[in-house]
């Protein structure tokens, strides 16, 4: 064991959370006792009609044009603010006061990491996130550092709870994203030496702890990975729940609610069991809604929580910049209909300069006028219906952005000619058929495909839907001038034929495209998948077959996934056919397959495979001709 005294404060705020004493006892707030709160009846009756701002907005008039416009709430990022920041506190205060006046309800937000605020308390030596390299973040705390949640969740968590018995706070929010640190999100379960000290006591374990680099290999060898990974979870919720206990000492009707709590991963499901009670619930200040608005994501969402036995209440984000000005009351009606309410990502783009367009995550297109018309129509809906009950007919509709297709993919900046000379490896054409089952794309995929002027661009397209998003993948074929010769949309399970005579001789480039939905494409002439880090494939994957130049000496493939669920299996073959490498992902590390082709190897075609148990994400050596076929009669190479 290494278990020593100069981790005594960590073992004291173990005691803290987990013994005989509560965090009340250590602060003296002892007023009221935890689970005897009330969940605001003016939420379930009125709805949150939340505006996010910055405590820097310091306006009154800002807030009083919002009341004018039909919020009635604001949630205020309060980054500055901490125990020891008198002059922030009262800065809050004063908006809280008016806020009072106003008649909103005010929640102010403060951060896990946001900044050097946080930071301070990351000192030399203190416990910081260690990933499955073994790699330090040194300016990432641990998910389950009790000392540093304490100083940065519970404690600014109890002086809000404080202030809020002399000023009209009605509730407390956390912002885990993580600005100030390494990665703004925990990459996967901490392997600190702190964690595996208390894993290995609380299991019993007298065996020495493997080094950082050794440690995610050593739990899988060991049986020890689903034991590891279930005590992190139980002591994220432990957190959690000491933190909820301690601010409702003070003030049991103060309601928490954390961003992005509705996140599917280990330590928002911890936070989300451990954060809300039956009672008072938590709420889960989406931002998984910010650009799709109202869609089935959130029935499946409020479902899937109550499964988890989580007590927690939805309320819903929209980013304004992501949404035509004429849908947005639409969509925040309806995103009320199935939730707690709403909140808008940030109204202060209104008292920034009108740009028509937008150079930041802030500013709007003119005029202005027009959001808070849409905001008050929202509202006024929302009214009407409690007038009415029964009664009521919704006059507002939802329109989900579907866009024209060239306007969708211009915007992501795939309309520029192709600039690349390619050739293909088997003139006379394709003498097999592609599979029947193509391999499935999301986000969006390029291909490249030669075709001869007066010549017909045939094919067919498919879509499959994907996650609870109400759009439809686009498409668009285009020449090597650019223009742009066909162009659609992908009903979801509905094959597209595509048919299209080509205007002049060249290359020519397929770009798909989609936020959430898979779609696949069967061409009948030969054809090359870009390969670039942003390609991501879904279950239904075909062997790649790809041309290694003959001056490659080595190249390397490299697989990822992006949650710990989600693990793939990385196969390549040399040009014979004899399998070369093999490697499988682990947690979040990726499987990297490294190759030395000899001579006789390369200027010749490779194939891989890539076997994910959902989905995978290709990195490709530069080295390396990105593209990619599903036969190599079908690739395409460079033409040297």
């Known amino acids: 064991m290494t278990y020593s005294n100069r981790y005594a404060h960590v073992a004291w705020a173990l005691l803290v959370i987990f013994g005989g004493l509560s965090a009340a006892d250590v602060s003296g707030d002892q007023q009221t006792p935890a689970g005897t709160g009330k969940w605001p009846a003016w939420i379930d009756s009125d709805k949150i009609r939340g505006a996010f701002d910055f405590i820097h907005t310091d306006n009154r008039d800002h807030l009083a044009t919002l009341v004018a416009n039909g919020f009635n709430t604001v949630l205020i990022s309060c980054a500055s603010v901490d125990v020891d920041k008198p002059e922030a ?30 930071l301070r308390h990351l000192v030399p030596g203190g416990r910081a996130y260690v990933d499955g390299t073994g790699t330090t973040l040194t300016k990432t705390p641990c998910p389950v550092d009790p000392v540093f949640w304490d100083t940065v969740v519970t404690r600014r968590g109890q002086m809000v709870a404080r202030q809020s018995l002399t000023h009209q706070i009605d509730g407390f929010l956390l912002d885990p994203e993580m600005y100030g640190a390494d990665a703004s999100n925990f990459p996967g379960y901490c392997l600190c030496t702190h964690c595996f000290d208390e894993f290995f006591e609380q299991r019993e374990l007298n065996t020495a702890i493997p080094a950082a680099a050794d440690r995610a290999a050593w739990l899988q060898q060991q049986g020890l990975q689903a034991g590891f990974n279930e005590w992190k979870a139980r002591r994220a919720e432990a957190l959690a729940r000491a933190t909820e206990q301690a601010i409702h000492q003070i003030n049991p009707d103060l309601v928490i609610g954390v961003f992005m709590l509705d996140g599917n991963n280990w330590y928002y ?6 954060f809300g009670t039956a009672g008072m619930p938590a709420l889960a200040m989406s931002e998984n809604t910010y650009s799709t608005g109202a869609t089935r994501y959130l029935g499946w969402t409020r479902e899937r929580l109550k499964q988890l036995g989580a007590h927690v209440v939805l309320a819903p984000g929209m980013w304004l910049r992501q949404f035509p000005v004429e849908n947005i009351a639409g969509h925040l009606f309806y995103m009320a209909q199935e939730s707690a309410g709403y909140w808008v990502f940030t109204t202060l783009g209104l008292w920034m300069e009108p740009e028509p367009v937008p150079t930041n995550d802030y500013s709007l297109p003119p005029p202005h006028s027009s959001y808070l018309d849409a905001f008050s129509l929202a509202a006024a809906e929302l009214d009407r219906q409690a007038q009415e009950g029964e009664r009521f007919a919704a006059k507002l509709k939802l329109v989900h952005i579907q866009g024209a297709p060239r306007e ?16 293909t490896l088997n003139p006379q054409g394709r003498s097999r058929p ?18 001869a002027a007066g010549k017909e661009i045939t094919g067919i397209l498919r879509s499959r839907p994907g996650g609870h ?6 498409y668009a074929v285009i020449a090597p001038s650019g223009t742009v010769v066909a162009e659609g949309v992908l009903p979801l399970n509905e094959p597209v034929p595509l048919k299209a005579t080509a205007p002049e001789t060249g290359l020519y480039k397929l770009v798909l495209g989609t936020q959430a939905h898979f779609f696949s494409a069967s061409l009948d002439m030969p054809h090359a998948v870009v390969a670039a880090e942003a390609v991501r494939v879904i279950q239904q994957v075909n062997r790649m077959y790809f041309y290694v130049p003959p001056d490659v000496e080595q190249f390397r493939i490299e697989v990822g996934t992006p949650y710990v669920a989600e693990q793939a299996k990385l ?9 070369a490498a093999s490697a499988e992902t682990f947690e979040l590390l990726p499987a990297v397959a490294e190759l030395n082709p000899t001579p006789e190897q390369r200027g010749k075609v490779w194939s891989f495979h890539m076997l994910p148990t959902y989905s995978a994400n290709l990195k490709w050596d530069p080295q390396l001709p990105p593209y990619l076929a599903e036969d190599p009669e079908a690739l395409l190479v460079p033409i040297e």
């Open 408 to 423: 969708s993919i211009a915007a992501a900046g795939l309309l520029s000619p192709a600039q690349v000379k390619l050739r």
């Open 434 to 451: 592609l599979p029947d089952k193509p391999t499935l794309y999301s986000g969006s995929a390029v291909c490249y495909f030669p075709v």
């Open 469 to 474: 998003q109400e759009n439809v993948p686009v």
């Open 269 to 274: 499901n911890a936070w989300a069991r451990g």
């Open 89 to 118: 506190i009262a800065q809050m205060n004063k908006q809280a006061d008016w806020c009072a006046e106003l008649g909103l309800h005010f929640f102010p937000s403060t951060r896990l990491c946001g900044g050097p605020l946080e």
């Open 571 to 579: 196969l390549v073959w040399d040009p014979g056919g004899k399998e």
